[in-house]
């Protein structure tokens, strides 16, 4: 049974990282099983088609992440660094991402995708706008902010960095994009308190 279990996660792993480099839609099962020196066959044991296998791909990662999510919650010290924590756990996301990945998951495997919209719209939306709130009471953001409205214009924002239509992937990475707008947003609805802790904060990481 262990060893049926340390296939499995196997197999999970090496498709994850085939899928975050190429697309979901140019890896075959074939490429797979070559990758991990198994046969077809054997992947067919754990996972009937490649439709299982890109959803328990997105399912492992989005339960991954949120428990990620969840640990930066409980451990920042202030909403300002929870957002600075948030971008360097998006980094490590997006830096060997293909940036055509969230689309062909949504248009060849919906199911797959569900489970990202459902994380999308419970979890990430529920941890902008409690942080929006957090940070507004502590002086941090600025009082004036609508909680909801602007909670939904980042979750914009996110959404519009995945669409080539929208910027040229051709000149600028996912990884640089979502880290862009990341600091964007939060200057934009940080106070003087706010702004002085993102430069304390940054000052850090470089002398880290």
Known sequence: MDQEIETGERILIEAEQLFFRYG???????EIANHLGISKKTIYQF???KKELV???VETKIQKQQAEMEEITETAIDPVHEVILTSDLLKKVFQNMNPFLLMEVQKYYPRAFGVFQSHRDKC????IYNN??????MGLYRAGIDVDTIARLRMVCIDAAFNPENFPLAKKNL???QL????HFLYGICTL?????INKYKQIKEEE
Do not use: A, C, P, R
């Not at 990430?124 to 941890?127: L, Q, V, Y």
């Not at 929006?132 to 009471?137: A, N």
């Open 24 to 30: 979901v839609k140019s890896i075959t099962m074939d």
């Open 47 to 49: 996972y009937k088609d």
């Open 55 to 57: 959803y328990k791909v």
């Open 124 to 127: 990430i939306f529920s941890s």
């Open 132 to 137: 929006i709130k957090k940070g507004i009471e």
């Open 175 to 177: 990884n640089e994009l």
């Open 180 to 183: 862009q707008l990341i600091e």
């Open 193 to 197: 308190k706010g702004h002085k802790l």
